[in-house]
């Protein structure tokens, strides 16, 4: 194997398992056809073992079935970020030199796919290797990729057994990194940021994917049409290409405000939106995001949930920069949706106004100053507190849907008991009543 001669698949994150392969491909052979050499057979055995291991982990990991080792490889082709795999994912077949470089690296993998074990199977004594090689999954759970692109990295690795050539090969990939894209943005919906404050890695700021997102959908959250209305309006809008706004969501706690949002990740995935959740103690870091961010070939949501800011709080002035403030032009693909309980973001007080408090002469000034950052979100979006028939509706057709089989009145009348004692009128209220409700059933 010619895995060092590679020129832009290199350096892989989960590279262990494709080392160990190596040393066990290249030194099986060179034992199995010199037997002068000094026999290694148990360490290679052991490393076999190794690598069997690494490969069910995997498949526990990533929900691969079928050859474990070619589902490995495919998933490091679709996940490696190069100039190649980037200038793909945004138009398709590329030509020109870095393409000659693609089909290099291809040919060497190609050698992977195409290598037979029978004879280090059969060599070594090692028949559990047939496991990994055919292997059937009991379950249909992927702990690091969402179901669709699983099935797609395993189908990608039955195209690549099949492929005549390198040739026929590169475009498989090639057409997978336009359909799906490429790295962490490719293969997940959403993400949030880590600040490294120490060890190799200090100072930098890292996106992180989010692995086991709520699968919750706009279908599924019960009420506040005209708010979802106005929400899908502009996350279309946002998709297609055209203008849209930054989105404040506010309103009472419960309503569905962060769950719409979660709702919209997994709606417009397959679109390309991806989701990037930034607390209000990461705003410092938004540039940095921004950065890494504006020349890919998806949509993002800076997501920020339950976004509130103290009188003496000034990270909210980072996030104003960011919306409009800076020199630099916005990207097109970025924008923010905010969750609150506040309409105005900023706390306020009396003092703020009458101009009284550190002897403000400009209190006006001071008013406008903790206005404007709500100011800027182009399109706020009410979710208010349901009224009481609202409440019993959301109720009534939670309980149609888990199968909850009552006398309409009875369940109104249990329902405005529940209320009455866990938080009041909300959407969470009545999702936490039909738990309830579903825990006593026997």
Not at 195 to 207: K, L, S, V
Not at 249 to 263: C, H, Q, R, V, W
Not at 292 to 309: E, T
Not at 353 to 365: A, I, L, N, T, Y
């Amino acid at each position: 194997m010619r895995q060092k001669e590679c020129i832009l698949y290199r350096n892989f994150e989960n590279e262990e398992l494709l080392d160990k392969m190596t040393q066990v491909i290249e030194e099986g052979e060179r034992e199995l056809v010199d037997s002068a050499l000094d026999p290694g057979s148990e360490k290679i055995r052991e490393k076999l073992y190794d690598c069997i291991s690494l490969l069910l982990k995997e498949a526990g990991n990533n929900g691969f079935y079928g050859n474990l080792w070619h589902d490995y490889l495919a998933g490091l082709l679709v996940g490696h970020e190069n100039s190649y795999s980037m200038a793909c994912e945004i138009r398709g077949a590329v030509g020109g030199s870095i393409n000659e470089a693609a089909l290099h690296d291809i040919r060497i993998f190609k050698e992977y796919f195409d290598f037979d074990f029978t004879r280090i199977m059969q060599g070594f004594h090692v028949p559990e290797l047939s496991i990994v090689l055919d292997y059937q999954p009991s379950g249909n759970e992927s702990k690091a990729y969402n179901t669709r692109i699983r099935d797609r990295i395993c189908t990608l690795a039955k195209q690549f057994e099949s492929a005549e050539s390198a040739e026929e090969m590169k475009d498989f990939l090639t057409a997978f990194y336009k359909e799906y894209g490429v790295g962490m943005f490719g293969l997940h919906k959403a993400f949030r940021i880590e600040h490294d404050e120490a060890g190799e890695f200090a100072g930098q700021t890292r996106i992180v994917p989010v692995k086991n997102i709520l699968h919750v959908y706009m279908k599924d959250l019960v009420g506040y049409e005209i708010a979802k209305k106005k929400l899908i309006e502009n996350t279309e809008a946002f998709v297609e290409g055209k203008p849209a706004n930054n989105c404040l969501l506010y309103g009472e706690a419960g309503t569905g405000k962060s769950s719409s949002i979660k709702a919209i990740a997994n709606e417009y995935y397959e679109r390309g939106l991806r989701i990037i959740e930034v607390s209000r103690y990461q705003f410092r870091d938004l540039n940095n995001v921004i950065a890494r961010i504006k020349n890919r070939n998806y949509k993002f949501v800076l997501y920020m949930d339950d976004l509130s800011f103290e009188e003496n709080e000034t990270e909210y002035k980072y996030l104003k920069a960011v919306i409009e403030g800076g020199p630099e032009k916005k990207p097109a693909n970025v924008l923010i949706y905010a969750t609150s309980n506040r309409r105005h973001l900023v706390r306020e007080s009396f003092h703020d106004r009458d101009g009284v408090e550190f002897s403000d002469k400009h209190g006006g000034d001071t008013v406008q100053e903790k206005l404007s950052l709500a100011n800027r979100f182009g399109v706020s979006i009410y979710y208010g507190a349901p009224t009481y028939e609202e409440y019993h509706e959301i109720v009534a057709e939670l309980a149609a849907r888990h199968g909850i089989e009552m006398e309409h009145a009875e369940l109104k009348k249990l329902a405005t008991q529940w209320e009455m004692n866990h938080g009041g009128l909300s959407g969470r209220t009545a999702q936490q009543f039909i738990n309830y409700m579903l825990g006593q059933e026997v």
